[in-house]
């Protein structure tokens, strides 16, 4: 169902890659409900994914850029605004990337140049894109920026690794740029904490199927889905959450909220049986 939540306004999303990004599902609800956008990703990300689909099913230009130089984002929102005929009313920031992480690299052993990689990628990239923005008067008064975080930013989730650093970093980013944004500007500036995701990215972290099980059983609501983080997205874009910044916004179920779960006891109760019944352990252990 479709309420035209953003009839009128215009945006740009960074990030859409294929039918699995959480940006690719945003920029389809967003379409659905009245935006304009253009979307923003890498050359390389334009030479393997699918964006060009989704530029043509919502109508959108694709503006080709590296987040992390300033001179690019300087191109994206220049553009975007004389593409959209203005000023913009959102932004989505769905960009994230670990060499570390894809590399197998232990976080007491990092590579140092992947790890400043991950934190500007993944983070000051964030930060990068809002001072541009904000230098540019790019976007209108009331205006809303998203960026999309994950719970490891305050807690340790094994395999995470330096990714949970720049998580951690992007959330800081949201609440200092969002205190200037809206004391000035009355622009929202807020990340959102999504459940662990089957994205083309997330599928690349060992692991990620036992982390989602695990995720699952211990949410009372379950995972939220691509698409369900889509539709806050787009509640986050609108003029219902005008009162809304530099908040932290939990989107996974309830799990942030919670210690252990019936259903994950009864998994864990079942694996120590069977480690009995092995002889991987005794009552003593």
């Known amino acids: 169902m479709n309420y035209n939540l953003l009839k009128g306004k215009k945006g740009i999303i960074f990030g859409a890659l294929d039918h699995d990004s959480i940006a690719w599902k945003v920029a389809e609800r967003a379409h659905s409900e009245g935006a304009t956008f253009t979307l923003s990703n890498t050359p390389l990300a334009l030479r393997f994914g699918e964006i060009n689909e989704l530029a043509e099913k919502t ?3 694709i503006i080709m850029a590296d987040a992390t130089s300033v001179e690019d984002l300087e191109k994206v929102i220049g553009q975007s605004m004389e593409i959209l005929g203005g000023k913009i009313d959102f932004i989505l920031h769905s960009i994230g990337m670990s060499m570390n992480v894809r590399k197998g690299r232990k976080y007491d052993d990092l590579d140092y140049d992947y790890y400043h990689k991950t934190l500007d990628v993944s983070a000051i990239s964030f930060h990068k894109t809002l001072q541009v923005a904000r230098k540019l008067d790019a976007i209108n008064d009331w205006g809303s920026v998203i960026a999309l975080s994950y719970v490891a930013a305050q807690r340790t989730l094994f395999r995470y690794n330096d990714m949970a650093d720049a998580k951690a970093m992007l959330e800081s980013i949201a609440r200092s740029f969002g205190y200037i944004y809206g004391r000035d500007k009355k622009i929202r500036v807020n990340t959102i904490s999504q459940s662990p995701t089957l994205t083309t990215a997330g599928k690349g972290v060992k692991g990620i199927d036992s982390l989602i099980d695990f995720t699952e059983r211990m949410s009372p ?7 369900e983080c889509a539709d806050y997205c787009v509640v986050m874009f609108s003029d219902l959450t005008k009162k809304v910044t530099m ?8 799990f942030s909220s919670m210690g252990m779960s019936y259903r994950a006891m009864k998994m864990y109760n079942k694996s120590i049986e069977h480690a009995i019944e092995e002889g991987e352990i005794t009552f003593d252990d």
Do not use: E, K, P, W
């Open 247 to 254: 908040q932290n916004l939990y989107h996974d179920g309830g």
């Open 221 to 227: 609501l379950g995972n939220a889905t691509a698409d």
């Open 59 to 61: 109508g959108s230009t």
